[in-house]
């Protein structure tokens, strides 16, 4: 999909100020933001916000935050090529450990360790390497809850590339539904489940929140994990706890230190219990029992 940059200069005080405007306002679509020092000297700062689909809108609210800001900056365009960046990324990516498991690309396949779980992940237009801090976190945090719960029913919401749902099939050899609301993000779960040799037990489906009637069917399960962002986490809360069996257990990322308080708060409040919080570059991985 071909994806358009929004970009204006401004000086450094100004550029984080409308940095963390925009953060928290495109925070739910999950839009690329940075800030790229132009000239120190001169003090040229400048920031860029990805975008694609419908990219006047898009614009139309960066400028109405720059206008609430009392920052009036002519915003320009930039029309990037069409290039698989997940698959060029990939390339120059090392393995990445995360308690007994190793998630590599193709071309590191060499690198494997005896005794780890091995996670091969194709390049495709789907989140999730391992290399983020938040689907490292939760590798290392699902290790430790499969092992001591033994969960026998698992549910990966909003799965993207499937590299969780795999990590939990790998290591209890349980079914595992994994979900998105993408469906290319299904179709490349589904393509990694097979590369990995679980595809017998990794359900693939694309279905938003918890409205599609396989999740009825599959219920109740026994542990739930869900990289998504903090907010659509906090408004999930209610239907995480109607979908998760007596005693479960949810495993929660995508979430930021400062986020983490808020997010336990609207579980807690749906009878869960805080058990462990796991930090990674910035972000945490939440566990809660039921």
Request: contains cysteine.
């Amino acid at each position: 999909m071909t994806q358009t940059r929004l970009h204006f200069t401004t000086g450094k005080i100004e550029a984080e100020r409308i940095f963390a405007a925009l953060e928290l306002a495109f925070e739910d679509e999950g839009l690329p933001i940075a800030v790229l020092e132009v000239d120190e000297d001169r003090n040229i700062h400048e920031v860029s916000l990805y975008a694609d689909g419908d990219v006047d809108a898009v614009e139309a609210r960066v400028k109405d935050i720059l206008a609430g800001l009392a920052q009036s900056k002519p915003v320009e365009r930039e029309v990037l090529p069409d290039i698989d960046w997940v698959a060029r990324s990939l390339e120059g990516l090392k393995p990445v450990r995360a308690g007994r498991f190793c998630v590599h690309g193709a071309h590191d396949r060499r690198k494997r360790h005896s005794g780890e779980l091995a996670i091969e992940i194709e390049a495709g237009l789907a989140f999730g390497t391992g290399h983020h801090g938040t689907t490292s976190g939760c590798l290392e945090m699902l290790e430790k809850v499969v092992r001591r719960e033994h969960p026998r029913n698992a549910l990966d919401l909003g799965t993207g590339s499937a590299v969780l749902a795999i990590a939990v099939a790998k290591l209890a050899h349980i079914p595992v539904l994994a979900t998105d609301i993408d469906p290319v993000a299904v179709k490349v779960a589904a393509a990694n489940a097979r590369l990995n040799h679980v595809k017998a037990l990794i359900e693939t489906v694309t279905a938003p929140g918890f409205h599609h009637p396989i999740f009825g069917k599959r219920a109740p399960f026994d542990l739930i994990v869900a990289n998504i962002l903090a907010r659509p986490l906090m408004r999930l809360a209610p239907q995480m706890a109607g979908h998760i069996a007596l005693g479960g257990s949810i495993v929660l990322s995508g979430i930021l230190e400062r986020q983490r308080d808020a997010v336990i708060s609207a579980y807690v409040g749906q009878n869960f219990r805080h058990v462990r919080t796991l930090h990674r570059e910035g972000w945490v991985t939440i566990h809660l029992k039921r």
